[in-house]
C-alpha cells in the first residue's frame, strides 16, 4: 500500500510572527515544541499545571471541558476581552488551520536570566588554558620547503607540538590569504602541547563561561588576552518545554532516544545562540571563541553530553560520571573555533552538580574564615553545603520550580509585569510590579513575599488552610484563592506547592546540622547564591520558615555565584584545579532515603506562629 503522510495544519502565532506546522498526532504544546516556539508549560505538557494556555481564535480543534482553564487563573488581566475560552495548549490537538492567542505569561521578556547584568566592569584573574602568539615567517620556496605546519613550529621554536585536525585544514588557505609572497603572518592558539587555532593576526581571542541551570541558562564572554569579562547574557533554558523540573525532563527523556537527543540538542542550541548574540554584541564572531566552560547540575550535565540518566533519576541516583570532562566543542554540536576545547565541571553526588561546585568555588573567600558556614543555591533543584571543621557535606533538595513561579496558578517568570514584591499596609495588600507595569502574574520573589503576607494578614492559618471568610479569600474553580490583584491570585494548592518546596530545603538544613552535632544558631555565615536568592526578601523567608531564625548580618545574597565561578575557570587554570579539589572535597549526603527524612520534613510542613 502506498505511504500516506499524516495530515498537517498551519498554526498562526500572531503576537510571534511566526507560522508552524501540526502534526495531526500531537498537541499543540507538541508541536509548539519541537518547533522551538515557547509556551510556557511548567509540567512538561502532562495537562496538570495549566500554565501552557492558548486560545484558538480562528480555526478547529477538539477542545474539551478538561482542556479548559477559567480566564483568571490563565493570564491575569485579560486584555482583548475575547468571549474565546482559553485552553491547555497540551490537551488540544488542531483540527484545520489555526490561529492562536499566546497568553501574556508565555510572552512577557525575561529581565532576571541568571546573568550579572549590573554593568560593573570585571577583570578577572587571568591564567588562561589557551594561549596567543602572533608570528610572522619567511614565505615558502623551492630552496625553503618545508610544511606549512613546520613552518609555524620552527617560528614559535617548538617541535614537539600536535595540531588538531580542523585547525590544519584551514592552515594553508589562510596563510597565503592573510600574507605576502616574502612574509607570512598569523595568529596561533596553543592549549598545551597541542595547537587548536589559527587566525589573522588581528583576530580577538574570546572565551565562553555558561551556566546552564535547569530553569535559565546563563553566559558570559571573557577576553582572554587582558581577562575583562565582555558582555553577560542570559535566556530560558528552551528544555523547560519537556517540564520545569529535573524529573520530568529525565522521564522524557528515558520514554525514547529520540526524545533524549531533542533535549540534548536543545541545550546545544542554547549555547550556540547565547556565544553568538554575545560576540555580535561586542562586535567579534563565534571562531574567535577558542575555550569554554560549562558547568550545570547533574542532570543538565548528562542531558548536555548525551549520557543515560536513567539510573539518576531512582535510588541510589547514581550518575554515569561525576569528575571534570575535557572534550572538543565540535564533538558537543557547539558552534565555537572548531579546534576550541569545552571544559565541563566536575559534579559532587547525586544531583548536587558542578554549578554547586563553582558557587563554593566564587564564595569560598566568605566561607573559608568561618567555623561554620553554610552555601545555598535555591532554584528549582536547591543544592546545600555546610561547611564545618574542614568538612563539606553536600546535599540537593528537589524543591521543584514553585519558588521561581513554576506550578504557581499565575506564576511567571521574572519578567516585565511580574509582581516581585508583596506587602501589607494599612491592612491591605499591595504590590510591586517588574517595570511598575499592571500584574500579569506572580515571579519567585513574589511567591515568597505573597505567602509571607498572607500568613502574616492570618489569610493563611500555619497548617497553611485558606480563611474561607476574609473579604481577600474567593471561590475560583472549586477551591479558595487570595486575591492579590486584578486578574493575579494565590490558590490553596499554590500554597501547598511553597511548603512542599520550603519543607525540602530546611529538611536538608536540619539533617546536614545533625550530622555534625549542631544547632542552627551555630551557622555564622549563611551565603544564598543564584538569581532568585539575589532578589527575594530574606525576612519574607524566615517568616515562612524556609530559613532559620538567624540574625540578617548572618546572611548574605551573593547573585549567581555559579556564574561568577565558571568565569574564574574559563580565565584561570588554577581555578580549575580547585574547582576539581572542591567536587573531590565535598562528601554527599542522600537525605531522602533517611529514615528520620519524612519526620523532620513534616516538622517543616507547616508555618511558624
Known amino acids: 500500500m502506498p505511504h500516506t503522510r499524516p495530515t498537517t495544519h498551519t498554526l498562526h ?43 484558538v481564535t480562528e480555526g478547529r480543534v477538539d477542545a474539551t471541558p478538561a482542556s479548559a482553564v477559567s480566564d483568571s487563573a490563565a493570564i491575569g488581566p485579560n486584555p482583548t476581552h475575547s468571549r ?55 614565505a615558502a620556496t623551492l630552496a625553503d620547503n618545508l610544511s606549512d605546519a613546520d613552518r609555524v613550529l620552527r617560528a614559535l621554536g617548538q617541535s614537539n607540538l600536535t595540531l588538531d585536525l580542523k585547525a590544519a585544514q584551514a592552515l594553508s588557505p589562510l596563510l597565503r590569504k592573510q600574507s605576502n609572497d616574502e612574509h607570512w603572518s598569523l595568529r596561533v592558539r596553543q592549549r598545551g602541547q597541542e595547537l ?40 530560558e533554558n528552551p528544555q523547560t518545554a519537556w517540564g520545569a523540573d529535573l524529573i520530568s525532563r529525565i522521564n522524557n527523556a528515558v520514554r525514547s532516544d529520540t526524545t533524549r537527543e531533542e533535549l540534548r540538542a536543545s541545550a546545544v542550541t542554547a549555547i550556540n545562540a547565547l556565544a553568538h548574540d554575545l560576540c555580535h554584541a561586542v562586535g567579534a564572531n563565534r571562531e574567535q571563541i577558542v575555550d569554554a566552560v560549562v558547568c550545570g547540575n547533574t542532570a543538565m550535565h548528562h542531558l548536555l553530553l548525551g549520557l543515560p540518566v536513567v539510573q539518576l533519576g531512582r535510588a541510589p541516583f547514581v550518575a554515569t560520571a561525576r569528575g571534570a570532562m575535557d572534550l572538543k566543542a565540535r564533538e558537543l554540536g557547539l ?35 568561618c567555623r561554620t558556614a553554610l552555601v545555598m543555591d535555591i532554584g528549582t533543584n536547591t543544592e546545600i553545603s555546610l561547611i564545618h571543621g574542614g568538612r563539606i557535606l553536600s546535599a540537593s533538595c528537589p524543591s521543584g520550580p514553585a519558588l521561581e513561579g513554576g506550578h504557581i496558578s499565575c506564576g511567571m517568570r ?128 524566615i517568616a515562612i520558615g524556609l530559613f532559620p531564625k538567624l540574625p540578617m548580618e548572618r546572611f548574605e545574597q551573593v547573585g549567581n555565584a555559579a556564574g561568577l565561578g565558571v568565569r574564574q575557570m574559563l580565565a584561570n587554570q588554577s581555578a580549575r584545579v580547585r574547582a576539581t579539589e572542591l567536587a573531590a572535597t565535598c562528601e554527599y549526603v542522600e537525605l531522602s532515603t533517611r529514615s528520620e527524612f519524612q519526620k523532620v520534613f513534616l516538622h517543616h510542613i507547616g508555618f511558624p506562629s
Open 13 to 55: 502565532f500572531p503576537e510571534l510572527d511566526r507560522s508552524i506546522t501540526a502534526q495531526a498526532d500531537e498537541s499543540i504544546f507538541q508541536s509548539a515544541r519541537r518547533q522551538g516556539l515557547r509556551l510556557v508549560g511548567a509540567c512538561g505538557g502532562r495537562g496538570t499545571c495549566g500554565t501552557c494556555v492558548v486560545r
Open 84 to 138: 474565546k475560552k482559553w485552553l491547555r495548549a497540551c490537551q488540544i490537538h488542531a483540527h484545520s488551520d489555526c490561529s492562536i492567542e499566546v497568553a501574556p505569561r508565555s510572552l512577557a521578556p525575561v529581565v532576571r536570566a541568571e546573568a550579572d547584568t549590573t554593568g560593573v566592569p570585571e577583570m578577572l584573574a587571568l591564567d588562561a588554558s589557551v594561549c596567543s602568539h602572533d608570528i610572522t615567517m619567511p
Open 196 to 235: 587548536i587555532d589559527f587566525a589573522p593576526r588581528a583576530s580577538r581571542t574570546l572565551g565562553l563561561a555558561v551556566d546552564l541551570g535547569t530553569t535559565n541558562a546563563a553566559a558570559f564572554l571573557v577576553d582572554l588576552e587582558t581577562g575583562a569579562r565582555l558582555a553577560s547574557l542570559g535566556i
Open 335 to 369: 558552534s565555537i573555533a572548531p579546534g576550541a576545547w569545552v571544559h565541563v565541571v566536575a559534579n559532587v553526588g547525586g544531583f548536587v552538580g558542578g554549578d554547586h561546585v563553582t558557587a563554593l568555588l566564587a564564595t569560598q573567600n566568605r566561607w573559608q574564615s
Open 414 to 541: 521574572a519578567a516585565e509585569g511580574a509582581i516581585e514584591r508583596v506587602s501589607l499596609e494599612d491592612g491591605r495588600i499591595t504590590v510591586r510590579t517588574i517595570g511598575s507595569l499592571a500584574p500579569v502574574g506572580l515571579c519567585g520573589s513574589g511567591v515568597l513575599d505573597a505567602l509571607a503576607v498572607l500568613r502574616a494578614a492570618n489569610i493563611v492559618n500555619a497548617r497553611g488552610r485558606l480563611a474561607a471568610d476574609h473579604p481577600d479569600v474567593q471561590e475560583l474553580n472549586g477551591q479558595r484563592v487570595a486575591v492579590l490583584a486584578p486578574g493575579v491570585h494565590f490558590s490553596q494548592d499554590d500554597v501547598r506547592a511553597v511548603q512542599l518546596a520550603k519543607a525540602a530545603i530546611r529538611t536538608g538544613v536540619d539533617m546536614l546540622l545533625q550530622d555534625q552535632g549542631l544547632h542552627e544558631q551555630d551557622i555564622e555565615r549563611f551565603i544564598i547564591a543564584g538569581a532568585f536568592g539575589a532578589y527575594i526578601d530574606i525576612t519574607s523567608g
